[in-house]
């Protein structure tokens, strides 16, 4: 299938430190978007990297794409408690009407 | 003035019964998507509306059955509930624009249904 699926499932680190979390889909995509997930609520849109583009910055987040390896990877910089949650990719697989999702990597932030 | 409102939050019920979860967005959006997550988080697509018209349908059994009064709606009625249908349900909006679609999704706060 086209899901997205991050690695690692879970992951635990201080405040302040940085968090790398990694996608991988399984075949061509137009873009791909990270969002973020706070327990027991929606999916909320992060960034959006198009196809032929393979790094973007917002704030504290930066996500590289490589197509070649059809993998993206999120770094969250200097994090914070309220970081805390889960952080999912989006694949639209070509079909600008439908998205694959994973099951997210969940992030742990400690204060 | 919540972008994506879904109702209930949370709907515990019977096995056998039927029940509905509604969703608005006020966003001026064309197209809505029923979304459900399992117990591992997992977030896979059930149905996608564009202007009221049905575009994707991932094989989901025929007890569900969206509806779509107009563009700001998308309801989701289930017939004859099954323990399995117990996880959580999203609604979501996006537009899709020519060209370069970049088809950001706004999702509501989920619905927890319990099937007992």
């Known amino acids: 299938s086209q899901q997205g699926e991050e690695d690692p499932q879970a992951l635990s680190i201080q405040e302040g430190e940085n968090a790398t979390m990694n996608c991988s889909y399984k075949t061509s995509i137009n873009n791909l978007q990270w969002y973020r997930q706070n327990s027991g609520r929606g999916l909320v849109h992060l960034i959006l990297?198009?196809?032929?583009?393979r790094e973007k910055h917002s704030g504290r987040l930066r996500v590289t794409l490589d197509t070649s390896k059809k993998s993206s990877s999120l770094l969250i910089t200097a994090s914070r408690a309220a970081d805390t949650a889960s952080y999912f990719c989006?694949?639209?697989?070509?079909?600008?009407?439908?998205?694959?999702f994973g099951s997210g990597t969940k992030l742990n932030v400690k204060p | 003035d919540t972008a994506v409102s879904q109702t209930p939050k949370y709907l515990v019920t019977q096995m056998g019964n039927d029940k509905s979860i509604k969703c608005e967005q006020n966003l001026g959006h064309d197209t809505m998507y029923w979304y459900k997550q399992d117990s591992k988080k997992f977030l896979k697509i059930m149905f996608s509306y564009n202007n009221k018209e049905l575009i994707i349908n991932e094989t989901v059994p025929n007890r569900f059955s969206p509806k779509s009064p107009d563009k700001a709606h998308l309801n989701l009625h289930i017939n004859s509930l099954e323990l399995g249908d117990s996880v959580v349900y999203f609604c979501a909006s996006s537009q899709l624009k020519g060209g370069l679609t970049k088809n950001i999704q706004y999702f509501g706060a989920g619905t927890r249904l319990s099937v007992l």
């Open positions: 989006a694949t639209d697989g070509f079909n600008f009407n439908k998205f694959y």
């Open positions: 990297i198009r196809s032929n583009e």
